[in-house]
Every structure is written in structure tokens, then in C-alpha cells.
């Protein structure tokens, strides 16, 4: 089983549309929760974290955290074209970072 | 501010030769440090980590190793490169002990030819 995984993309939206990206986790103990984004060619951009249950608002992105059911979420309110991306979920446990495969997402006008 | 510098920014290189990718932190002390790798279309994979000046763990063996001479330095080497070598080298950083997401670098593409 793999420590972090991703719904499989791509994933199209159109414009002024919500992005719904998910991401489930193997390790109960994990203890922090990030999401990234990645440009083609570019290093991953950090853009949202989640420590606690719930909801967390950051502007057009929302991370929302279910450690029962071992479950992390993105929302992206009101897609632009500038958020076509891949975006990884990234899961923080004992000492390292680890990563989804990613899901890609594509924002058509 | 923090920064974090990563090159070459793009290296190809022939199967058997060397490799020497550098990472360097400013701004910041004691700083935990990382190599990743990203295969075309695949996930990040966790290389090497090192909490501080000469310790190096390994994630995944294979023919690269890491070092740390200085506090805010992180190698990448290889003796002999091999095609499998080839990928998207990313370094990053993060506060000791702090619950932060990591910092990546600008990477580097490699290709093994």
C-alpha cells in the first residue's frame, strides 16, 4: 500500500468552476499535512498546510482534514487558467515528507 | 529571508561518468535538508537526509550518496551514473523540529545519456 496516495487525474474544469482534489494516507501517526503545487518543469511551491481537523480557507483554496478516516482534501474556488497544475499532497510523519504521485489539473477558458 | 540554491540547473551526462549536484541554504541555521528525485510523471521520492553537518541518512539504495560538509551545505554525488540515474533532482529544507512543509530548490534535470 502505498504511504500516500491521489485521485487519479487529469482532471479538467472549466473556468470559474471548483477543483476537487483528494488525497488518502496510510500512517495514523502522521501529524501534519501540505499541499503543493508544481508547474511543468518547475520545483514544487508549497501553497497550502493542515495540522488539525476541519477546514482551513486560504483565499480561492480550502484544505479540509479527516485524520479518522485518514482523508485530505483541496478545494480551488473559482478556477483560473493560471491554476493549471499538477498538485501533490504531501503527508509529514516521524521525520520525512511524503508524497503523492500528484494529480494534474487542467483549467480550460 | 530564507533562500535556497540549487545547480546546475540542467546537467546531461554520458552512462559511467561522475556527478556532483550542489544545495545551499542562507538565512537560516541547522536547517534539515533533503534530496528528492522526480522520474518523468512520478512522484517525489526521498533520496537522502541530513539534520546536520556529516549525518546522512538513506532512504533508498542505489548508486548515489550525499554528503554535508557545512551547515547549510548538501551534496549529491555518483561515482558512475546510470541511465536510471536520469530524473528531476530537488533539494529542500525546513526548520528543525518544526511542523513547517519543506522548501524546495529550483531543481535539477538530469539526463543520463
Known amino acids: 500500500q502505498k504511504e500516500v496516495e491521489q485521485n487519479s487525474g487529469p482532471l479538467s474544469v472549466p473556468e470559474g468552476a471548483i477543483a476537487s482534489l483528494n488525497c488518502t494516507y496510510s500512517?495514523?501517526?502522521?501529524?501534519?499535512f501540505f499541499w503543493y503545487r508544481q508547474y511543468s518543469g518547475k520545483s514544487p511551491e508549497l501553497i497550502m498546510s493542515i495540522y488539525s481537523n476541519g477546514d482551513k480557507e486560504d483565499g480561492r483554496f480550502t484544505a479540509q482534514l479527516n485524520k479518522a478516516s485518514q482523508y485530505v482534501s483541496l478545494l480551488i474556488r473559482d478556477s483560473q487558467p493560471s491554476d493549471s497544475a499538477t498538485y501533490l499532497c504531501a503527508v509529514f510523519t516521524d521525520y520525512k515528507l511524503s508524497f503523492g504521485a500528484g494529480t494534474t489539473v487542467t483549467v480550460r477558458a | 529571508s530564507q533562500t535556497i540554491h540549487q545547480w546546475p540547473a540542467t546537467l546531461v551526462q554520458p552512462v559511467g561518468s561522475p556527478l556532483s549536484l550542489e544545495c545551499t541554504v542562507e538565512g537560516t541555521s541547522n536547517p534539515n535538508l533533503y534530496w528528492y528525485r522526480q522520474a518523468a510523471g512520478r512522484g517525489l521520492q526521498l533520496l537522502f537526509y541530513s539534520v546536520g553537518i556529516g549525518q546522512i541518512s538513506s532512504e533508498v539504495p542505489q548508486n548515489l550518496s550525499a554528503s554535508r560538509p557545512q551547515d547549510r551545505q548538501f551534496i549529491l554525488s555518483s561515482k558512475k551514473l546510470l541511465l536510471s540515474d536520469s530524473g528531476f533532482y530537488l533539494c529542500a529544507w525546513r526548520e528543525p523540529g518544526g511542523a513547517y512543509g519543506y522548501t524546495f530548490g529550483s531543481g535539477t534535470r538530469l539526463t543520463v545519456v
Open positions: 500512517d495514523r501517526g502522521s501529524q501534519s
